[in-house]
């Protein structure tokens, strides 16, 4: 044991939730434009690694550092480049206007510390940027499927509404649908999904 929870879960080799991308991010990836990408709370680098191959300059962040080391790793096996930092998103202050693209996929955060870090992360879009985001809602706790118990980090559309404030949310859903992301996230699931975009003139 670690003291940290997510390097405890993370450790050893196996990728707890798979190495493939989100389905989501996947799906909408092509909305992001070319140039810097920011993958908030990315754990083992599945997306990053994602986007990386697709020709983004992708920086990961996590608070764990098993999970970048792992990201690393990712990278590595599938011949690309990823920027890793360890840092905790409730302090994490990304460069303003410096990224065509923002991710944050199953990033559960207590409210006050997501708010707070998704206003950042809004900030941190160059004009005409992408943030993409994908979440489990309250409803997933009766599923059982993967993500927190606590209802406290489970956003609903409406509070993703309120953190991407100033942003034009082209999409913007609350769903029921299969996950299958390793051995964690496995099975009919509740989720919201966002994608934002920065306004061009603002």
């Known amino acids: 044991m670690t003291g940290n929870p997510w390097d405890d879960r993370f450790g050893g080799d196996t990728y707890v939730y798979g190495t493939?991308?989100?389905d989501f991010l996947r799906a909408e990836a092509a909305r992001i434009p070319r140039g810097r990408v920011l993958a908030l709370a990315e754990g083992e680098g599945r997306n990053a690694v994602f986007l990386a191959g697709l020709g983004h300059d992708?920086?990961?962040?996590d608070l764990s550092r098993e999970g970048l080391r792992k990201t690393e790793k990712?990278?590595?096996?599938?011949g690309v480049a990823v920027t890793t930092v360890h840092a905790d998103l409730a302090t994490y202050e990304p460069d303003r206007g410096a990224y065509q693209g923002v991710i944050a996929i199953f990033a559960h955060l207590p409210a006050p510390?997501?708010?707070?870090?998704?206003?950042?992360a809004a900030a941190a879009l160059a004009p005409g940027g992408v943030m993409i985001v994908e979440s489990y809602r309250p409803e997933q706790v009766a599923l059982g499927t993967g993500g927190p118990k606590d209802l406290a980090l489970l956003p609903t559309l409406d509070d993703l509404r309120d953190d991407l404030a100033g942003l034009d949310l082209v999409v913007a859903r609350a769903v029921v649908r299969d996950v299958v992301e390793g051995t964690l996230h496995t099975g009919r699931a509740a989720t919201v999904?966002?994608?934002?975009?920065?306004?061009?003139?603002?």
Not at 58 to 61: G, I, L, Q, S, Y
Not at 113 to 120: G, L
Not at 193 to 202: D, F, K, S, T, Y
């Open 58 to 61: 992708v920086t990961a962040v």
């Open 20 to 22: 493939e991308p989100n």
């Open 193 to 202: 999904q966002v994608v934002a975009v920065r306004p061009a003139a603002g």
């Open 74 to 78: 990712l990278a590595a096996d599938r």
């Open 113 to 120: 510390v997501r708010h707070a870090a998704y206003a950042r």
